[in-house]
């Protein structure tokens, strides 16, 4: 009998996050939740019958001793993430263009090169990126995050090459407006109206499920179907710069 497949999603405890591990959980992975607020990933975990771990991705001696107590591992989805601000490049602070890169770079690159080992022991692993279209394209405003996105593309791109002829996957999803669950109110700082005005006017922006059902759906290709980058936008939206409002 086969053993039952494990998913670890990162930043689990809301958003997209949390998506995903439901969409996995329904796949029949037994899904490995992380993410800070530990009680919102122990009532998640409860819920879907999978294992919560608090965990920092930018502390590597916590993200090394999760590895070393996490056991089989398949799937790796690289998800923590998140913006901070949206000054011009000559206003912003330095420091949270620190915070951006680390999570969304060093986050991805402590959590890969942790759990590595598993993923190639699995016989069929795959490390799964969540970029952003801000990883393909540049926008006013957005300098930091722009910045973290494309490393994180890059380290995708990058692991694909060095990983070839090896029993691992690398896929790259982007999603493109997403109103998920926090992700614009941490943006601007708490301010609530201006969260809400990034949404003004767009009839459907993509929803986490969304973005969960495309995870989903790269991860239970057959072993020898790679989605090296999925770019998912809201019909609304043409590119970053480019959405249609009401």
Same mark, same amino acid.
Not at 214 to 238: C, E, K, M, S, Y
């Given at each position: 009998?086969?053993?039952?497949?494990?998913?670890?999603?990162?930043?689990?405890?809301?958003?997209?996050?949390?998506?995903?591990?439901?969409?996995?959980?329904?796949?029949g992975?037994?899904?490995?939740?992380?993410?800070?607020?530990?009680?919102?990933?122990?009532?998640?975990?409860?819920?879907?019958?999978?294992?919560?771990h608090?965990?920092?991705?930018?502390?590597?001696?916590?993200?090394?001793?999760?590895?070393?107590? $996490?056991?089989?591992?398949?799937?790796?989805?690289?998800?923590?993430?998140?913006?901070?601000?949206?000054?011009?490049?000559?206003?912003?602070?330095?420091?949270?263009?620190? #915070?951006?890169?680390?999570?969304?770079?060093?986050?991805?690159?402590?959590?890969?090169?942790?759990?590595?080992?598993?993923?190639?022991?699995?016989?069929?692993?795959?490390?799964? $990126?969540?970029?952003s279209?801000?990883?393909?394209?540049?926008?006013? +405003?957005?300098? +930091?995050?722009? #910045?973290?996105?494309?490393?994180?593309?890059?380290?995708?791109?990058?692991?694909?090459?060095?990983?070839?002829?090896?029993?691992?996957?690398?896929?790259?999803?982007?999603?493109?407006?997403?109103?998920?669950? +926090?992700?614009?109110?941490?943006?601007?700082?708490?301010?609530?109206?201006?969260?809400?005005?990034?949404? #003004?006017?767009?009839?459907?922006?993509?929803?986490?499920?969304? $973005?969960?059902?495309?995870?989903?759906?790269?991860?239970?290709?057959?072993?020898?179907?790679?989605?090296?980058?999925?770019?998912?936008?809201?019909? #609304?939206?043409?590119?970053?710069?480019?959405?249609?409002?009401?």
């Amino acid at each position: 009998m086969t053993k039952q497949k494990v998913a670890v999603v990162t930043g689990a405890s809301s958003g997209i996050g949390a998506a995903t591990a439901r969409r996995l959980a329904a796949d029949g992975f037994e899904v490995v939740l992380t993410a800070r607020r530990t009680e919102r990933i122990e009532e998640l975990a409860k819920e879907l019958g999978g294992r919560a771990h608090t965990l920092d991705v930018t502390d590597r001696a916590a993200v090394d001793a999760f590895a070393a107590a $996490v056991g089989r591992v398949d799937v790796l989805v690289n998800n923590a993430g998140g913006a901070i601000g949206a000054e011009s490049v000559e206003a912003a602070d330095p420091a949270d263009w620190l #915070a951006m890169y680390q999570v969304n770079v060093l986050g991805v690159l402590h959590m890969t090169q942790a759990l590595l080992p598993a993923l190639r022991a699995s016989g069929d692993g795959t490390v799964l $990126v969540l970029s952003s279209t801000a990883a393909l394209a540049a926008y006013e +405003g957005g300098g +930091g995050y722009v #910045a973290a996105k494309h490393a994180a593309h890059t380290i995708a791109a990058t692991l694909r090459l060095e990983l070839c002829g090896e029993p691992i996957r690398v896929i790259e999803i982007a999603p493109g407006m997403v109103k998920s669950e +926090g992700f614009a109110v941490t943006r601007f700082r708490g301010d609530e109206e201006k969260a809400a005005a990034v949404y #003004a006017g767009v009839a459907e922006p993509l929803t986490s499920e969304d $973005v969960a059902d495309t995870v989903g759906w790269a991860v239970t290709r057959p072993p020898h179907v790679n989605i090296d980058l999925l770019v998912v936008r809201p019909r #609304a939206q043409a590119a970053n710069h480019k959405v249609h409002r009401t």
